[in-house]
């Protein structure tokens, strides 16, 4: 019941996905099913016609009836196939959109779980290596139909064939066959056949299935060589300069290798299995031909439907086949679309406040940590202990540690991508959590190490939209120091970035992307900018002219400013230390340094040394 629930909800999810995919594929495969049915019945029909002598007239009639029928269920099924095909195509894409937009809409924290990325790539490998999950139900499903109907129609035909009665004769050959036993006795031998069909066809799949699990690991790896290294332009310094052809070619060469025997393992043992179905096959088709021919010889009907009982038979006994095949499958098909669905069932755990924020622009926006401490799900050591402090309204706050301090983690807390563990943070004295969540996020202009630029226009990656205000996009440019680079540009914010989709692309280099996402931040106008390791991708002039621009930069923000160079501090008000998930030190630069135990001295006279050596 389960499984079948499950298959259901997929067949609804596909429609939901691609309206209209799952009306027409049913409507084809309708079509197709009843089209062999017009070839049978109508062959009797002539046949018969011609051994009762019935008029030329007639035998013509009936030639053009079948071509008519089989030229209307021809078109009908063409067009809808073709029908189908343009939705099947449009469900392509569809079903990327529909994955993408549970990905953007998942919580920062699940999308950081690796639990949930092993889930999405799990469901991309399904589908590359077999096309598992719903795609397997868009092959099945119409596999489904055509077999189901098949099974209907010929068993109303064939109804006839067992239950007809009238031999008088004293043949016992003839008494068994045109008797309810003979009937019985082919119905045993069919349905014999049936269960030989399914075990060696579940027999099949099954192994199937299990040696096609051993390709996922070969796919990735395969897929990661050929996609996501291969293929870019940025490993192509690597490969030459360190000759890495010759390591990628013998790995590949192995995991060819490995595939070539799995492969002739799947071999050996669909012949096995399908030579058993053969002679089962053959064993019920001998027994129909011959149950069929004695009938017409009793005379317990026409010739022509020889034709009408043999065929229907056959249609019957491949339409049971092709339903178990199409079941098989969907019960391998299971754990697929499990996954998929435990993917698109992830809940959003991030409470929405119903409390808004305060609307008005002049009012002093103050964040507050009260005691915060914080743990990943998963685990029980805590990144960030017992945190107390605040950010103040038009201040600039710097925040300095070691790698692994705390110090962006604790940048996910302040924008709400993660609550704490414990404690709680408040703006202006209320519980963020309350606040509603698209409302405080908007509060929030962020740099992070690892942004982002897409293969867009200039203008629409400051923007992060489509459109935007030319003037306001120029400036946010302009202050971040991009200014030259943009009036070198010919077509200033029309430029493209990168050569993904435009061979006009511009590229960028590291320093001159972190400028852009810096008027990114700025073009937003938030009322506060974080900045984590905004400088680190540029050389010190660059820096130097950030830092000038500070103040302009950051107006009436209150910004929060992550940075390992510290002589960057010194343009903020304030200067946080942090220390293994601790906030050790604060306070401005010349008091920090003023404290000869302190860690911040330590870090100051560690770069000043270095740079004192190079000197």
């Known amino acids: 019941m389960k499984q079948f629930k499950l298959f259901l909800r997929g067949i609804r999810e596909i429609g939901r996905i691609c309206p209209g995919l799952i009306t027409l594929t049913s409507l084809r495969s309708i079509a197709n099913a009843l089209l062999p049915f017009i070839n049978i019945y109508m062959s009797s029909v002539i046949v018969n016609a011609i051994v009762y002598g019935e008029p030329l007239e007639k035998l013509l009639w009936y030639a053009f009836l079948t071509v008519l ?113 003979g009937s019985i006795l082919l119905l045993i031998l069919i349905l014999l056949g049936t269960v030989v069909g399914i075990y060696t066809n579940a027999a099949v799949t099954k192994k199937l299935y299990t040696i096609l699990e051993g390709f996922v690991s070969f796919n990735r790896i395969f897929d990661y060589y050929l996609n996501n290294y291969i293929s870019t332009y940025h490993a192509g310094k690597d490969i030459r300069l360190y000759d890495q052809k010759a390591l990628i070619d013998n790995e590949s060469t192995a995991l060819f290798g490995e595939a070539n025997r799995t492969f002739r393992k799947l071999t050996r043992n669909q012949v096995k299995y399908s030579g058993i179905s053969t002679i089962a096959s053959v064993v019920i088709l001998a027994a129909v031909y011959l149950f069929v021919g004695l009938r017409a010889l009793a005379g317990l009907f026409a010739v022509g439907n020889i034709l009408l009982y043999i065929n229907s038979v056959n249609q019957f006994i491949e339409g049971i086949n092709g339903c178990v095949n199409q079941f098989v499958a969907l019960r391998m098909n299971q754990e697929a679309l499990k996954t998929y669905f435990d993917y698109m069932d992830i809940p959003p755990h991030m409470k929405d406040g119903s409390q808004p924020v305060a609307a008005d622009e002049t009012d002093p926006l103050e964040i507050t940590f009260e005691d915060v401490s914080f743990h990943y799900p998963g ?30 983690t604790m940048i996910k807390l302040l924008c709400r991508l993660y609550d704490p563990s414990e404690g709680r943070i408040t703006l202006n004295g209320i519980d963020i959590r309350s606040l509603r969540y698209q409302e405080y996020i908007s509060l929030f202009s962020v740099v992070f190490q690892d942004y982002k630029l897409m293969a867009f226009s200039l203008g629409q990656n400051v923007a992060s939209s489509m459109e935007y205000d030319e003037d306001k996009a120029t400036a946010s440019l302009e202050t971040a120091g991009f200014g030259e680079r943009l009036s070198q540009m010919s077509n200033r914010l029309e430029t493209t970035l990168y050569k993904d989709f435009d061979e006009d692309g511009v590229e960028i280099s590291g320093g001159e992307a972190q400028k852009i996402a810096i008027a990114r931040a700025l073009y937003k106008k938030a009322p506060f900018i974080i900045l984590d390791e905004p400088t680190a991708a540029l050389d010190p002039i660059a820096e130097a002219e950030v830092f000038q621009k500070f103040d302009q930069i950051a107006d009436q923000k209150t910004a929060v400013y992550i940075s390992h160079r510290l002589s960057s501090c010194r343009f903020c008000d304030e200067i946080m230390v942090f220390s293994e998930g601790q906030l050790v030190q604060r306070g401005t630069h010349e008091e920090l340094l003023a404290d000869k135990e302190g860690l911040y001295q330590e870090l100051w006279n560690a770069q000043a040394g270095y740079y004192t050596e190079c000197c």
């Open 69 to 181: 029928l089989n030229a209307v269920c021809s078109v009908i099924s063409a067009v809808l196939g073709s029908l189908a095909g343009l939705r099947q195509s449009s469900f392509s894409h569809l079903y990327e959109m529909h994955m993408a937009e549970k990905t953007m809409d998942l919580d920062f924290a699940d999308l950081e779980n690796p639990e949930t990325f092993q889930k999405k790539q799990r469901i991309q490998e399904i589908r590359n290596l077999n096309a598992g999950g719903l795609w397997k139900l868009l092959d099945v499903f119409p596999g489904i139909v055509n077999s189901g109907v098949s099974v209907v129609v010929s068993l109303s035909i064939t109804v006839g064939l067992f239950i007809s009665t009238g031999y008088t004769g004293d043949n016992f050959l003839l008494q068994t066959v045109t008797s309810p036993i």
């Open 379 to 408: 685990s029980d050591q805590d990144v960030l202990q017992h945190l107390s402090f605040t950010f103040r309204t038009g201040r600039r706050t710097a925040i300095v540690g070691k790698n692994g301090s705390g110090k962006t």
